[in-house]
């Protein structure tokens, strides 16, 4: 019994040795996926993160609300934070992929309208439920997708009723999949807004495990209330919520139906941050900034419906502002890191993560798109050979993978998986799809068709047809229809069971003198350019004009080729079509003046007719030429963009630069010509810009024939035709600028 008793007191002194004082209880600090966070700490006075053994691990000072976090940390128990004497409780930074239990996610209840719910490290999302019209959740229950997105998608009132009105509640029309789209499709929709931005809680950070892994908990969440159909959601979404299902989809959450990404990029390091080594001064700076205002907390700063529920007392929407300020500056970050720094890049790249999807997906996205660009399709390649996964790619804009060539499919596709259905598009969207088109991309469209299974009754059998339709669409000529020059939807389509297509094989054309592009010369020469970013405009739509590039005719500024600042190699006139999908290189010896320089390669079709089509770009500054041999090929080179593989030319001798081309499907008709051209960079995208190193005194020399027989290597499918479809006007195809052909000073 004394024993016991001795026991006893023991307990109670290490409880009480434990508990923190009043004084301590003040300092909450929580861990989160390789984090922790600090609120409610004294502003100004330094913080310290101690590990298990009391070792200091992280310091700083919390800012003027309080708050502070601690980045990049171990995963493990035992953490505590410390400040003057206070200390707070223990706590656990979190490993990726250290998931709660089920019964985590059934203890809140979702009602329709705004709701705030917890995740795994304690911070709140905002989540609004959005039902079809009319209906209410007692009348469940319902199939069910998620819209998970940075933008202002979880604001609470109805965007249709709110169009044309300046209504700070209506979500952003960039959220309209969820918003309006799939609502009218009879679904409810949960839209979650991302931590750090609106009236979530947390901090923006540029695809961090936090933010990836709340799209997991948010599925989870949202699949354990009773009203969702099956107790399995699927996600949908363009552009910002098409690339958080990449990131969801990859966290494998065991309640997650499907995923239907549209307009998505693969990295935002190579796809859209540094194409080819190369700062994007244009949509990727701009886009990074948009993101941090949104970031800023409300009422003074951030997206318009947190100012305006934070002024009107909504005390969750309040406090989810506390750790803002802790918002990292993403464009110092990216600055910081010209190369791709694998701690900062690598998990941080979106079609990585498809590596690890295992459900049904739909995917769409353009290889010409003004935003997140073509090397979308890059990450294709990981969906090989799985089941359930249908992929669609064509020439075109962001907006495009709205468009009728697709959005039926896309609808059968989350009645079949997510709704488990009949498809039937209902009448209303049908009659309004013109309108529609025409308020979303000032462009006239095919007309949006009837679900092919609309009569069918049973969803196994609809689903069977479904699953043969190919892996990958290769939709074709979208702008070249009947309703007119630009008009949104593909004119005919080729179907492959892989991307890149296993039909496609690595033809090369060798540049020659006097600009010709062919069999490979007979003798050695040299073709020089300077490298001068100033002798064309940096942006096909220039100004305001880039808000132009959804328009059936967008007002194009593609200037020729200046004289003396570029070359440009052409074939003779094609005897037959060709046609080409997926990656394209420009194997270039070369040979610079200076250190360092950078080169744009621009792939065109030159027509009979005496116009010239963009077809597709590639980038590449010379010191990032260091290939990543496993994933290298003849047509598809992959720089590895890390700093230690870095290294300047060398003077006076020629070296092996292979430029990667993003991947696009392109029909060369009999009678085109095919052309590539090499310049400094700009002046062939509507929205992107480049940081140069060229100031325009970089003379380039270009290694032709011999010895070092520079050329050009497309993927052909032998055999492919056009379809005997006839040669697009000028300037039909979407996406694809046009100018008079105007030779290079070379010749070609």
């Not at 060709?578 to 250190?595: E, M």
Request: charged fraction near 20%; proline fraction near 8%.
């Amino acid at each position: 019994m004394a024993s016991r008793v001795r026991l006893t007191l023991v307990l109670a002194v290490l409880l009480v040795a434990a508990a923190p004082t009043a004084a301590q209880a003040a300092l909450k600090a929580r861990g989160s996926t390789e984090q922790a966070y600090v609120l409610g700490a004294k502003k100004g006075q330094r913080l310290q993160l101690l590990d298990a053994r009391g070792h200091v691990v992280g310091a700083g000072k919390p800012d003027r609300f309080g708050s502070k976090i601690f980045r990049e940390l171990r995963p493990g128990g035992g953490y505590r934070v410390k400040q003057g004497r206070k200390l707070s409780r223990p706590f656990r930074v979190l490993r990726a992929g250290e998931n709660p239990p089920r019964s985590f996610y059934a203890r809140k209840k979702l009602k329709q309208g705004l709701n705030y719910v917890t995740t795994r490290d304690g911070v709140e999302l905002a989540m609004t439920v959005r039902l079809p019209a009319g209906k209410k959740l007692s009348d469940g229950p319902f199939p069910t997708v998620i819209e998970y997105s940075g933008y202002q998608v979880a604001a609470p009132h109805d965007l249709l009723q709110s169009i044309g009105k300046n209504d700070p509640l209506a979500p952003a029309t960039s959220t309209a999949v969820g918003s309006l789209i799939a609502p009218l499709l009879d679904f409810a929709v949960v839209s979650v807004q991302m931590r750090g931005s609106g009236c979530s809680g947390g901090a923006f950070d540029l695809f961090d495990y936090p933010t990836t892994y709340d799209g997991y908990d948010a599925v989870e969440a949202v699949a354990a209330q009773r009203w969702v159909k099956g107790g399995k959601v699927g996600l949908v979404g363009i552009s910002f919520s098409g690339i958080t299902q990449l990131f969801t989809a990859g966290t494998q959450p065991p309640h997650l139906a499907a995923i239907a990404p549209l307009s998505v990029t693969d990295d935002i390091y190579t796809g859209t941050g540094y194409p080819g080594g190369i700062f994007n001064s244009g949509f990727a700076k701009s886009w990074v900034v948009e993101r941090m205002d949104d970031a800023k907390p409300a009422p003074r700063g951030g997206q318009p419906w947190a100012q305006a529920l934070v002024k009107a007392g909504d005390k969750h929407c309040r406090a989810n502002q506390k750790l803002r300020l802790q918002t990292q500056n993403a464009l110092r970050l990216q600055r910081q890191n010209p190369f791709r720094t694998p701690s900062l890049f690598a998990h941080r790249a979106p079609g990585a993560w498809l590596r690890h999807d295992r459900v049904p997906t739909f995917l769409v996205g353009q290889f010409h798109d003004e935003q997140t660009s073509g090397h979308f399709a890059e990450s294709l390649r990981y969906l090989n050979g799985r089941p359930n996964v249908f992929i669609s790619v064509q020439n075109g804009v962001h907006v495009d993978s709205l468009g009728p060539t697709t959005i039926t499919r896309w609808a059968e596709f989350l009645k079949l998986y997510v709704a488990n259905e009949i498809p039937v598009i209902p009448d209303s969207v049908l009659s309004l799809s013109s309108a529609l088109y025409g308020a979303l991309a000032a462009a006239p469209a095919a007309p949006v068709l009837q679900s092919r299974f609309a009569t069918m009754t049973n969803v196994a059998q609809a689903k069977a047809i479904f699953r043969q339709d190919p892996h990958v669409r290769v939709l074709m000529d979208n702008g070249a229809g009947p309703q007119g020059p630009g008009s949104i939807g593909a004119t005919w389509e080729l179907g492959f069971s892989a991307w890149p297509p296993r039909e496609a094989k690595a033809n090369r054309y060798y540049l020659g003198p006097n600009g010709a592009l062919g069999v490979k010369p007979g003798s050695a020469s040299t073709a020089e350019y300077t490298a001068d970013p100033k002798a064309r405009p940096r942006q096909t739509l220039p100004g305001n004009g880039a808000e132009d590039a959804w328009k059936a005719q967008p007002p194009y500024t593609w200037t020729p080729v200046a004289a003396g600042k570029g070359l440009g190699f052409v074939t003779p006139a094609l005897t037959q079509d060709v046609v080409i999908a997926g990656p394209s290189s420009l194997d270039v010896y070369l040979k610079s003046s200076r250190p360092d320089t950078d080169l744009q390669v621009t792939l065109s079709e030159v027509r009979p007719d005496g116009n010239e089509t963009y077809v597709q770009n590639g980038w590449l500054r010379a010191s990032h030429r260091k290939l990543n041999a496993a994933l290298s090929t003849a047509l598809d080179p992959f720089p590895t963009h890390l700093k230690s593989d870095a290294a300047r030319l060398p003077a006076r001798a020629f070296t092996l630069v292979r430029v990667p081309i993003f991947p696009v499907a392109h029909a060369f008709r009999a009678g085109s010509r095919i052309r590539v051209t090499i310049t400094a960079t700009g002046g062939d995208r509507p929205r992107w810009a480049f940081a140069t190193v060229d100031k325009g005194n970089a003379r380039n020399t270009v290694s032709l024939g011999g010895a070092r027989a520079s050329s050009l290597v497309l993927p052909v499918i032998a055999g492919a035709t056009a379809q005997g479809t006839p040669l697009p006007g000028a300037t039909a195809l979407r996406g694809e600028p046009n100018r008079s052909y105007v030779p290079a000073s070379n010749g070609g």
